[in-house]
C-alpha cells in the first residue's frame, strides 16, 4: 500500500469511528416560554351587557414575533435593541396577547360574550389594540431590569365600525432579580396590572 492509500485510510477509518467530527452539531432549540398575568380586578367589575371581540393586536415589527425584545442603552444613551438567546414567546407576541386577553375578560363573567374577531361572534363592540412596547428594560449595565409595557386601544361600536372611545395604558414593573424566571414573573405582573386597567376601563364605558 502507498503512502496516499495508508493516509486515506487512517482517515476513512477515523471518520467511521467517530474521531473525526465533521459534521456540527446543529444549535438548540430555543425553549418556548409563556407569561402568566397576575390580574386580579375581576370581582370589583361592573357588568355589561354586550359582547366584545377582540382584534389580533398590531404591533412594531421588532414585537410582531416570537423573540423576546431586550432594550438597553449605550455609553451615549442610545437605546440598543437585542433579544434574549434560548428563549422565545411560546407564539407570535401579538397572537399570545390576544389570546391572554380573550381568557382574562372571558373569566370575569362580565360580558355577554368575548371572543376573537376570528370566531365568529357578532358583537356590539370590537375592541383593536397597538403594543409600542413589550420589553426587559436595563437602564444601567447589570442593573436589575425593569419590564415596560404599553398599548394604545380603541373601541369601535358595529356594524359600522365607529370608534367610540380611545385609551392609552402603560405599566412598568421591576423584576425582584436578574434571572430569567424574576423577568418572567414581572412579566406577569405587568401584564396583569395592563388587563385589571383595561377591564375596568372597558366595564365601566357607557356610550351615551
Known amino acids: 500500500m502507498n503512502r496516499f492509500a495508508k493516509i486515506i485510510a487512517v482517515a476513512s477509518l477515523a471518520l467511521i469511528s467517530g474521531c473525526v467530527n465533521v459534521f456540527p452539531k446543529p444549535p438548540q432549540p430555543a425553549q418556548r416560554v409563556t407569561i402568566e398575568p397576575k390580574a386580579t380586578a375581576t370581582e370589583a367589575l361592573q357588568q355589561v351587557d354586550w359582547q366584545l371581540a377582540i382584534e ?23 437605546p440598543v435593541f437585542e433579544h434574549v438567546h434560548g428563549k422565545e414567546w411560546i407564539d407570535r407576541l401579538p397572537a399570545m396577547l390576544q389570546a391572554q386577553m380573550v381568557n382574562y375578560l372571558q373569566r370575569s363573567s362580565k360580558f355577554s360574550g368575548v371572543s376573537r374577531t376570528s370566531d365568529g361572534l ?50 412598568q414593573q421591576p423584576a425582584a432579580g436578574t434571572g430569567f424566571a424574576a423577568i418572567l414573573s414581572a412579566f406577569g405582573d405587568s401584564y396583569g396590572a395592563i388587563l385589571d386597567d383595561l377591564a375596568r376601563w372597558l366595564t365601566s364605558f357607557t356610550d351615551d
Do not use: C, W
Not at 142 to 156: R, T
Open 56 to 78: 389580533e393586536p398590531s404591533a412594531y415589527s421588532t414585537l410582531n414575533s416570537t423573540k423576546i425584545n431586550v432594550r438597553k442603552f449605550s455609553n451615549n444613551g442610545f
Open 122 to 171: 357578532k358583537p356590539n363592540y370590537i375592541l383593536v389594540t397597538n403594543f409600542q412596547d413589550f420589553q426587559i428594560e436595563y437602564p444601567e449595565a447589570d442593573a436589575i431590569p425593569n419590564i415596560h409595557i404599553s398599548l394604545s386601544v380603541q373601541l369601535l361600536a358595529m356594524p359600522n365600525r365607529k370608534i367610540v372611545a380611545m385609551h392609552h395604558f402603560e405599566n
